[in-house]
């Protein structure tokens, strides 16, 4: 054994002891059955799924519903659609359900997939980060949204019958059932998710329609549940239920899965665990880009050297990615990113979006004291910028190296800490920001995931972006095929090459580790996993 991992495992075994000494015996009942233990690496704020969108809530929620598609390793795929026909025009989706039932036992029918969609709308965009989703391509959803009310019956969402759901778009869109995996999406009752609200799933007592349902809520401890013995598929699930346990920092996570205390960890630092495993238990889960975001926008800029591109062309051009991976120093599990999509989307050209779409930016220091001089700025007359991230090791350490590199070319970096709740906020939310910290797994396998970020209608307060590349993206909505590619590629030469809206860092997955015990698990690849068939084999 390593010894690094030897000395770990001691330590954490004598933790365990004097742990034990203290509580004065075992008060805590012991489980029963085979459950399968997993960790977290923050809280989920809510668990109705058209809030919990970001990875930490879809670790929780991935187990608890069935889709109408799911994210599989092999792209979407169908899970609760038996049958998908499409009209001629790619406006109508007619899809027949499978047999499938909620842990009280009722039937999952069309009419919950009708109300799950009304559900997610009448939360509003202001806490639904993918009502997009459905607002953009669903007939009459802006209205329904702004009518804020569940009366109204008239959008593009139908129940033909009990087993057959019928969807009308806006605009053909060929990725269309690559969106039916997300939360806004899921099937739900009314006589349990009330209109208007989504504190109800943070409370035990609900039916899923999934392989497993909630027992016990604890958003800041743990979350456990049982197997649902009604899911159609429940013969296929070896385990009796899930522990998601919440472990923030990520020495404890990986001390709790070298004692075994839980099976499969998700909050971990790639630089300490690439030296530990090899890929027997080590693994990348989704496709990230890691980049900074520059406050652009004339509305929202407080900065107002941002709005000169040549600022903007001066940080792209003046950071070495290659010494920022060199730095986090995580093996092959990070890698110098020079466009905004990653690696490992798809393109029918040759299978890798990244790959057809080259190299957008570059590291020429000399270039960028150009960029910056014609701006006015110069390292005897630097420019102030503040850079604003939410802290941990990964984020501290490309912090530090933007700052160092950043102030050769004559640009003194400020950097600005805050919590992850505050931070998203004040960047998201009010635009409060001059340069910051961003990342974005994939939401589905196409390079849209990526490049719709910078567009206005995305965006809660925009930004970053402009009129023009709008227009673009408003052109490949409805475009198809090579066309359509070719048209994402331009849009995202555009917003990096030529306007350095956003400056690509690097790219990466999330450094897990699973035992070699546990089997059937798969990474959706979004950044979280899918545990239905998951299995324990010790």
Same mark, same amino acid.
């Given at each position: 054994?390593?010894?690094?991992?030897?000395?770990?495992?001691?330590?954490?075994?004598?933790?365990?002891?004097?742990? =034990?000494?203290?509580?004065?015996?075992?008060?805590?009942?012991?489980?029963?059955?085979?459950?399968?233990?997993?960790?977290?690496?923050?809280?989920?704020?809510?668990?109705?799924?058209?809030?919990?969108?970001?990875?930490?809530?879809?670790?929780?929620?991935?187990?608890?519903?069935?889709?109408?598609?799911?994210?599989?390793?092999?792209?979407?795929?169908?899970?609760?659609?038996?049958?998908?026909?499409?009209? %001629?025009?790619?406006?109508?989706?007619?899809?027949?359900?499978?047999?499938?039932?909620?842990?009280?036992?009722?039937?999952?029918?069309?009419?919950?997939?009708?109300?799950?969609?009304?559900?997610?709308?009448?939360?509003?965009?202001?806490?639904?980060?993918?009502?997009?989703?459905?607002?953009?391509?669903?007939?009459?959803?802006?209205?329904?949204?702004?009518?804020?009310?569940?009366?109204?019956?008239?959008?593009?969402?139908?129940?033909?019958?009990?087993?057959?759901?019928?969807?009308?778009?806006?605009?053909?869109?060929?990725?269309?059932?690559?969106?039916?995996?997300?939360?806004?999406?899921?099937?739900?009752?009314?006589?349990?998710?009330?209109?208007?609200?989504?504190?109800?799933?943070?409370?035990?007592?609900?039916?899923?329609?999934?392989?497993?349902?909630?027992?016990?809520?604890?958003?800041?401890?743990?979350?456990?549940?049982?197997?649902?013995?009604?899911?159609?598929?429940?013969?296929?699930?070896?385990?009796?239920?899930?522990?998601?346990?919440?472990?923030?920092?990520?020495?404890?996570?990986?001390?709790?899965?070298?004692?075994?205390?839980?099976?499969? =960890?998700?909050?971990?630092?790639?630089?300490?665990?690439?030296?530990?495993?090899?890929?027997?238990?080590?693994?990348?889960?989704?496709?990230?880009?890691?980049?900074?975001?520059?406050?652009?926008?004339?509305?929202?800029?407080?900065?107002?050297?941002?709005?000169?591109?040549?600022?903007?062309?001066?940080?792209?051009?003046?950071?070495?990615?290659?010494?920022?991976?060199?730095?986090?120093?995580?093996?092959?599990?990070?890698?110098?990113?020079?466009?905004?999509?990653?690696?490992?989307?798809?393109?029918?050209?040759?299978?890798?979006?990244?790959?057809?779409?080259?190299?957008?930016?570059?590291?020429?220091?000399?270039?960028?004291?150009?960029?910056? =001089?014609?701006?006015?700025?110069?390292?005897?007359?630097?420019?102030?910028?503040?850079?604003?991230?939410?802290?941990?090791?990964?984020?501290?350490?490309?912090?530090?190296?933007?700052?160092?590199?950043?102030?050769?070319?004559?640009?003194?970096?400020?950097?600005?800490?805050?919590?992850?709740?505050?931070?998203?906020?004040?960047?998201?939310?009010?635009?409060?920001?001059?340069?910051?910290?961003?990342?974005?797994?994939?939401?589905?396998?196409?390079?849209?995931?990526?490049? %719709?970020?910078?567009?206005?209608?995305?965006?809660?307060?925009?930004?970053?972006?402009?009129?023009?590349?709008?227009?673009?993206?408003?052109?490949?909505?409805?475009?198809?095929?090579?066309?359509?590619?070719?048209?994402?590629?331009?849009?995202?030469?555009?917003?990096?090459?030529?306007?350095?809206?956003?400056?690509?860092?690097?790219?990466?997955?999330?450094?897990?580790?699973?035992?070699?015990?546990?089997?059937? %698990?798969?990474?959706?690849?979004?950044?979280?996993?899918?545990?239905?068939?998951?299995?324990?084999?010790?």
């Amino acid at each position: 054994m390593n010894m690094k991992k030897l000395f770990t495992l001691l330590l954490a075994v004598l933790m365990v002891v004097s742990l =034990a000494a203290c509580s004065g015996g075992g008060n805590t009942p012991e489980k029963t059955g085979k459950v399968f233990k997993y960790a977290v690496g923050d809280s989920p704020n809510y668990l109705d799924p058209a809030i919990a969108s970001d990875s930490i809530g879809s670790y929780v929620i991935n187990q608890f519903y069935y889709p109408l598609y799911y994210f599989s390793p092999n792209g979407i795929l169908p899970a609760a659609a038996a049958d998908t026909k499409v009209s %001629d025009d790619g406006l109508v989706y007619t899809i027949t359900l499978v047999d499938n039932k909620w842990s009280d036992g009722k039937a999952v029918t069309a009419d919950d997939f009708v109300y799950g969609v009304k559900h997610a709308l009448s939360l509003g965009d202001a806490e639904v980060s993918y009502l997009a989703w459905i607002t953009d391509y669903i007939v009459n959803a802006k209205n329904y949204v702004a009518a804020n009310t569940d009366t109204m019956t008239d959008i593009g969402v139908k129940a033909l019958d009990d087993k057959t759901v019928e969807y009308t778009l806006v605009k053909p869109c060929s990725f269309f059932t690559s969106l039916l995996w997300g939360g806004v999406y899921y099937p739900l009752r009314p006589d349990f998710a009330p209109s208007g609200d989504y504190t109800w799933a943070n409370t035990v007592g609900y039916p899923t329609c999934g392989a497993f349902t909630p027992t016990f809520i604890d958003t800041a401890a743990k979350i456990e549940s049982v197997k649902n013995p009604n899911w159609f598929d429940a013969a296929k699930v070896k385990v009796d239920g899930l522990e998601c346990k919440v472990i923030t920092d990520m020495e404890s996570q990986l001390m709790a899965y070298q004692t075994e205390e839980i099976d499969f =960890a998700t909050s971990l630092s790639a630089g300490t665990v690439s030296k530990l495993y090899d890929d027997k238990e080590l693994f990348a889960s989704g496709n990230v880009n890691y980049y900074m975001e520059l406050n652009m926008r004339p509305e929202t800029a407080t900065n107002k050297a941002l709005l000169d591109v040549n600022v903007r062309k001066a940080i792209l051009y003046g950071i070495d990615r290659q010494a920022i991976v060199d730095a986090i120093d995580a093996g092959t599990i990070y890698y110098p990113l020079y466009g905004f999509v990653p690696h490992g989307i798809v393109d029918p050209t040759d299978g890798d979006f990244r790959t057809t779409g080259g190299d957008l930016c570059k590291y020429d220091p000399d270039a960028a004291k150009e960029f910056l =001089a014609k701006a006015g700025y110069s390292t005897d007359k630097p420019l102030e910028l503040e850079y604003y991230y939410n802290q941990n090791t990964t984020h501290d350490t490309v912090a530090a190296v933007l700052k160092s590199q950043l102030a050769e070319i004559g640009i003194n970096l400020t950097l600005k800490t805050g919590d992850v709740r505050t931070f998203f906020d004040d960047r998201d939310n009010q635009g409060h920001y001059e340069a910051a910290r961003g990342a974005m797994s994939a939401d589905y396998n196409d390079a849209l995931t990526y490049l %719709d970020m910078a567009t206005f209608s995305y965006q809660t307060k925009a930004s970053w972006g402009d009129t023009t590349y709008d227009a673009l993206m408003l052109e490949i909505a409805s475009m198809s095929g090579q066309e359509r590619i070719a048209k994402l590629h331009e849009a995202e030469k555009y917003l990096v090459e030529e306007q350095a809206m956003v400056v690509p860092l690097f790219g990466y997955g999330s450094a897990c580790l699973r035992h070699t015990y546990v089997t059937g %698990d798969f990474d959706n690849g979004q950044g979280n996993s899918i545990f239905w068939y998951v299995n324990i084999n010790k």
